[in-house]
């Protein structure tokens, strides 16, 4: 190895040097705000009041903020350098948050997903002003839809993309009200709440859920079914840019599989693969993005949050183990990760 390699290889990150935060519960029911390295080494595990599900991270600082799961109603500001708690965020009245957030790339601004619990399911989305390391609230715009649950950002970082789920809750309340009138819908909007495009799968019961995005403005996203169990029900949905938002060609057999319910999705822009993750029904599954076709379908008990990392998937385990695949050959390899085991929560975030 040359010199220029050699001090290019110290600057550039190790693999396991990943840093993965995820929200976890303790086997008594406690409630972290974790990051651990790939290797398993631990850099902060910090006690939160309740749980949480999505984690977004700072653009230009070393901030992240986990947010509570659906309907709750706190969020969690922490310094990653040691899991310090700088600030709990609480709900304005009358909303409560639905777990997924993101901040504008010029890290003044955080937007969250929200109900109005004075109208169930009428959709907003909260936006919040960062003064320094502390977020005040600063008005809310519409979602366009109902019961919002993920929001992400297309490249040119104003424009977001919403999966409106379609389902009305009540505050304090995971309970359906609508299941025969749900009104799912994939969302494009400007960052000052201006509708571009609003669309749906053919089903009505098929809840949009969760997102993921490529470099190249691709959306994939991944549902819920929650019609009749005879029914099959596209779990994995694309929009290319400039085309209709359909179902990605998932084979029947592997729809059948996965009992109805996705988790998470993730996308690998270098190794160009979407993600799958079907924790009611123990599977993950990998595809090609560009053709559709099956990279990998293995057994992996009520695995739930996936990330992309240089190597190819970390997949956390509501109860069991979690797991690296590498995906950089032909057949993807898994490895089990020296994380604590079981109650991870849905979702992943890889830095």
């Known amino acids: 190895m040359g010199l220029a390699q050699w001090f290019t290889s110290l600057l550039r990150p190790a693999a396991n040097s990943s840093l993965l935060l995820s929200a976890r519960d303790d086997a008594d029911g406690r409630h972290y705000a974790t990051g651990h390295r790939l290797d398993g080494r631990q850099v902060f595990a910090t006690p939160v009041s309740q749980r949480c599900h999505a984690v977004v991270e700072h653009p230009g600082r070393q901030l992240a903020l986990f947010v509570a799961r659906r309907p709750g109603t706190e969020c969690y500001l922490l310094d990653l350098r040691d899991g310090r708690l700088l600030q709990t965020l609480t709900a304005r009245a009358d909303r409560h948050f639905y777990g997924h957030a993101v901040i504008h790339a010029s890290g003044e601004w955080l937007y969250t997903t929200e109900n109005d619990t004075r109208a169930p399911g009428r959709g907003v989305i909260g936006v919040y002003r960062f003064d320094g390391n502390q977020l005040v609230p600063a008005g809310e715009l ?16 104003e424009t977001l993309v919403v999966a409106n789920g379609g389902i009305r809750t009540e505050a304090e309340s995971r309970v359906e009200m609508n299941l025969h ?63 209709a938002f359909q179902p990605f060609a998932v084979a029947p057999r592997q729809l059948q599989a996965m009992a109805h319910y996705s988790a998470s999705v993730a996308v690998h822009d270098e190794l160009r693969l979407v993600a799958l993750t079907a924790p009611r029904a123990n599977r993950f599954f990998v595809w090609d993005l560009d053709t559709g076709a099956e990279r990998l379908e293995v057994s992996m008990p009520d695995c739930a949050g996936v990330a992309a990392v240089p190597q190819g998937f970390v997949v956390t385990s509501g109860q069991g183990r979690c797991r ?22 849905n979702h992943v975030h890889s830095r």
């Open 142 to 157: 519409p979602s366009h839809g109902i019961g919002p649950h993920e929001l992400a950002w297309l490249p040119d970082g």
């Open 181 to 243: 009138a749900m009104e799912p819908s994939l969302v494009m909007m400007n960052r000052d709440g201006g509708l571009l495009s609003k669309e749906s799968l053919d089903q009505p019961m098929n809840s949009i859920r969760h997102l993921a995005i490529t470099a190249d403005g691709t959306v994939l996203t991944c549902q819920q079914f929650m019609g009749p169990a005879d029914d099959l029900a596209p779990l994995l949905a694309i929009k290319r840019p400039g085309q």
């Open 324 to 345: 690296l695949f590498d995906c950089r050959t032909a057949t993807p390899v898994g490895t089990p990760l020296a994380l604590p085991p079981g109650f991870w929560d």
